[in-house]
């Protein structure tokens, strides 16, 4: 039988408020203002999934889906580097997939089903969810159809969560269209693309946003074992810190 495992965030205290960091065997939706550090924990946790129980890892690979480019090996090798591990090592361990088209981004799951049948796994990373989507159905007319297909997708990634017993990485953007965000349910006046389709399927959901100087602030908006709170990071050279 599957045991289920966390992975953690690169910061403690984000850790802590996440009873030990996200979990296997869920979807975890991180969204926020540009800049805010979702890219950046994504490198971070493609770091630490690699490592021992003992620190913070679940001792497996990890899948990569990129839809903007920003998958960056270079930052990898830094990463890797605060957790005395070898870079190249550390990039050899992280399949990277680049997304070009919505389309493309939804067989990619079927590609990736054979990779996680080898039970390595543990964790796939989307990054970002939504903005091929938002690209390929343009206009209200296609609105429908954009949403039904984000639905499937994050259906079939939490399914493959549980079967493979990974952590489901999403990031997400804030709704930048004010009339639509009417239709979506949202806290503090930021809410995350994709409404319902994206919501359903999400397990725990995170708002970032920027605090003072350098620092981050991350909010578990919806989670079904942490309460709502809050907790603060820092993006280094290291990936994300305390
Ligand atoms: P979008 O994808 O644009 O929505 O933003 P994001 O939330 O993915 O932001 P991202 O994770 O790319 O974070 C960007 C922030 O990380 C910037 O403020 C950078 O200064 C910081 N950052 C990126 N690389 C490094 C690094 O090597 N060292 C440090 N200290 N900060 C970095
Ligand atoms: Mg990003």
New binding site residues.
Partial sequence: RKRCIRISTGSKQLDVALNGGFQTMSVNE?Y????????????TMAVICQLPREMGGAEGKVAWIDT?G?F?PE?IA?IAERFGVDGQQAQDNIMVARAYNSEIQCEMLETLAQNFATNQYRLLII??LISLFKTDYVGRGELQERQSTISLFMRRAAQMADEFNLVVFI?N?VMSDPGASALFAGVDGRKPAGGHAVAHASTTRLL?RKGRG?ERVAKIIDSPDCPEREATY????GGIND
């Fill in positions: 991180v926020g203002e540009f800049r805010c550090g979702k890219t950046q924990m994504a490198h903007e920003t960056r930052r830094e990054d970002s990031t953007q970032l350098e820092i993006i280094t050279t």
